[in-house]
């Protein structure tokens, strides 16, 4: 496994506020959030960024937008509505190169703007 920041927290090498994890991913806080409610759903198998998603793990993507669905519906924000969002690469805005999912919820989220 890599050694990003991530790759940490799943080993437990570093603290985090962990939310969920089953065996294939963890969910924790992010540490700078965007939103009220800003949580990192990251699967546990190393890939770095999205374009070096295999058609094979396809399911891998798949499972970090059910557990991000299922974790706000038992948070109650669902039906208010949420963001799911996954960078790639540097014009992308990931900082951090493994593949993760932000879910962002708690507020009334804009429009995406231009880029920069």
Request: hydrophobic share 45%; glycine share 8%.
């Amino acid at each position: 496994m890599a050694d990003t920041l991530f790759h940490k927290i799943i080993r437990r090498e570093i603290p985090a506020d962990i939310v969920y994890e089953d065996e294939h991913q963890i969910a924790f806080r992010d540490i700078a959030p965007q939103a009220p409610v800003h949580v990192l759903f990251v699967p546990k198998v190393d890939i770095a960024t999205l374009n070096d998603v295999q058609a094979s793990q396809a399911e891998v993507i798949g499972r970090l937008h059910v557990a991000a669905a299922n974790y706000a519906k038992q948070q109650g924000f669902a039906d208010d509505g949420y963001r799911v969002v996954m960078n790639c690469n540097g014009h992308g805005g990931q900082t951090v190169f493994q593949v993760h999912l932000h879910l962002l919820a708690g507020a009334p989220l804009g429009r995406f703007g231009t880029p920069r």
